[in-house]
């Protein structure tokens, strides 16, 4: 089955993400940046609220461990846009190209359910092309948990095979694959565009 529709991920394929962007602004000495971006305010920590926990919750439970450093763990929920600095070149150029051509766009993101509304409503423009988003911090399912592919193929009304499937995480294409999702591993806009062309969605 050929694909007609296609599934982005959001952060890192549509939009880039660096927490560092946020706090390289907020601490002079770049040392103790460092060690509060590997140490403290880690991306293993950040995923809890990908994975649905609130803000409010996990952090006063760093700030708790980290006493020193709970002022700055307070701007990671309210400014949280400002670590999303802008999209990944020539993406948002293959967004509406695919929309002018008529396929239908859905994204399965790994995101919080709290940060997500201010940085979509932020990013109407793109957005508003999508038919569809499942949000992983909305579902308390992701990636590349199966349940969350299945969830998402229901409510888009897709068959697997009907859905072109676009994420940097090779686990993620690896589960998306393993359900029959015709899936691409992203690097950069200049690779995605031939691999969305050869399977007929662009020309």
Do not use: C
């Not at 000495?29 to 590997?38: H, K, M």
């Not at 940060?115 to 992701?142: H, T, W």
């Not at 990636?143 to 299945?150: G, L, M, Q, S, V």
């Not at 694959?177 to 015709?182: C, K, Q, S, T, V």
């Amino acid at each position: 089955m050929k694909p007609t529709s296609v599934i982005f991920d959001v952060g890192h394929v549509l939009y880039d993400w660096n927490p560092r962007v946020l706090y390289e602004r907020l601490f002079d000495d770049e040392r103790a940046l460092d060690v509060f971006l590997n140490e403290v305010a880690t991306r293993e920590w950040h995923f809890q609220h990908d994975a649905g926990r609130p803000f409010a919750e996990t952090s006063a439970e760093l700030g708790a461990r980290f006493p020193d450093h709970a002022a700055m763990i307070a701007h990671w929920g309210p400014r949280f846009g400002e670590q999303i600095p802008g999209p990944i070149p020539g993406m948002i150029a293959i967004v509406e190209e695919l929309d002018a051509a008529g396929v239908p766009l859905f994204a399965i993101t790994n995101f919080s359910h709290e940060f997500f509304p201010p940085f979509r409503a932020r990013e109407a423009a793109v957005f508003d092309r999508f038919r569809d988003i499942v949000v992983s911090g909305e579902e308390r399912l992701v990636k590349p948990d199966a349940a969350i592919y299945r969830l998402a193929l229901d409510r888009f009304g897709l068959a697997a095979g009907e859905s072109f499937f676009i994420d940097d995480n090779a686990a993620n294409v690896a589960g998306a694959r393993a359900l029959g999702i015709h899936a691409h591993l992203f690097t950069d806009a200049a690779t995605l565009r031939p691999a969305l062309v050869a399977a007929g969605l662009l020309r």
